[in-house]
């Protein structure tokens, strides 16, 4: 079983829908819980850290229940500079790593259109 | 920008050959990455350096080595090349394994 399981999509929406994308992880013990967005052939950029009691920027809210091992990303009024590859990414300490390492999903691609 | 920086940003290599990618680590982050991406998936874990010293490492061949330099540089070596390396090699910065920043990439190609 993957540590990060993501729905690779893609998400096609129009321009001002909002979109939602869940991810689970399999490591109860993780520590640290981020999103990122990654253009197409560009690298990985980080959009979001993820709380236990939820943040919010702007139009994005993440949410983390430890419980259900379960992190999600609600993007709200979508624009069309949404379009990107959305990776959740866990932070564990498997591996051999004192510090933890990232483990990244697959990644849910999002297409917003006009 | 990240202040992360990785060179070369291209590379096409043949099968069998070795090949170094490099990584300027941002400024005072201890703590450098490397993972592969291939097409259409999530970043790979390869292996993480700490102060000079490999601290984790994932399911990677030991043809996969690295170094990290006293300024936190660090440095990848792939020997015997194989037609499945071929992905984007990213590097990523930390402050002792927090949220990372990443380098722009080096994507090789091997033929």
């Known amino acids: 079983r993957k540590e990060v399981e993501q729905d690779p999509g893609p998400f096609n929406v129009p321009e001002g829908a909002t979109v939602a994308f869940n991810c689970t992880y399999s490591n109860s013990a993780s520590q640290s819980f981020f999103w990122y967005r990654q253009d197409c052939r560009k690298e990985p950029k980080l959009l979001m850290s993820?709380?236990?009691s939820g943040n919010e920027d702007g139009r994005f809210t993440a949410q983390l229940n430890r419980a259900s091992q379960y992190i999600s990303l609600l993007i709200r009024d979508s624009k069309l500079s949404d379009s990107a590859t959305y990776l959740c990414v866990v932070n564990g300490k498997e591996g051999g790593s004192t510090l933890g390492r990232l483990y990244f999903g697959r990644g849910t691609q999002l297409t917003v259109w006009p | 920008e990240t202040g992360v920086t990785q060179s070369p940003t291209h590379l096409i290599k043949t099968r069998g050959q070795q090949v170094t990618l490099r990584c300027s680590s941002q400024?005072?982050?201890?703590?450098v990455s490397w993972y592969q991406q291939a097409l259409g998936q999530g970043p790979q874990f390869i292996f993480q350096y700490y102060r000079e010293e490999e601290n984790g490492r994932g399911n990677f061949p030991p043809r996969f080595s690295g170094l990290q330099f006293p300024n936190y540089s660090s440095e990848l070596n792939v020997n015997a090349l194989e037609l499945d390396d071929s992905a984007l090699y990213l590097c990523?910065?930390?402050?002792?394994?927090?949220?990372?920043?990443f380098g722009q990439g080096t994507r090789l190609t091997v033929v």
């Open positions: 993820v709380y236990s």
């Open positions: 990523a910065s930390s402050q002792q394994g927090f949220e990372a920043f």
């Open positions: 400024s005072g982050h201890n703590t």
